[in-house]
């Protein structure tokens, strides 16, 4: 299984960024998908995640109101960022579990005037 990120870039504040994951395996496979991202000296930190059996979606309390997190039918997981924050500025990794952890490489977002 592979999960590959996409769609990181330089952006100003206040700007939009669409974060994609393509999976190798149907996104309804894992148990729960999900974003994390890591600051420069920070810990890795939960931004969202979804389950697989039903609607039940997680936002951490600094992106709620401004991430969306989606899935398609197929085996893709978006995360659809506004407003950005110089704060929102890290790696961000894309995470599924299927009785095993997988993690993607990372995409670099960086918020900046």
């Known amino acids: 299984v592979q999960l590959v990120e996409s769609g990181g870039g330089l952006v100003k504040p206040g700007e939009s960024l669409r974060l994609s994951c393509a999976a190798t395996e149907s996104v309804f496979s894992f148990k729960v998908m999900a974003w994390y991202r890591q600051a ?30 989606s899935r398609d039918m197929a ?3 978006y995360l659809q960022m506004n407003s950005l924050e110089p704060e929102d500025t890290a790696i961000y990794y894309c995470y599924g579990h299927r009785g095993v952890a997988y993690w993607g490489q990372g995409t670099q977002v960086t918020v900046s005037s």
């Open 40 to 69: 420069p000296g920070k810990q890795r930190e939960l931004v969202a995640s979804i389950a697989a059996g039903g609607p039940n979606i997680y936002y951490s309390d600094s992106v709620k109101g401004r991430f969306t997190i």
């Open 75 to 77: 085996k893709n997981l």
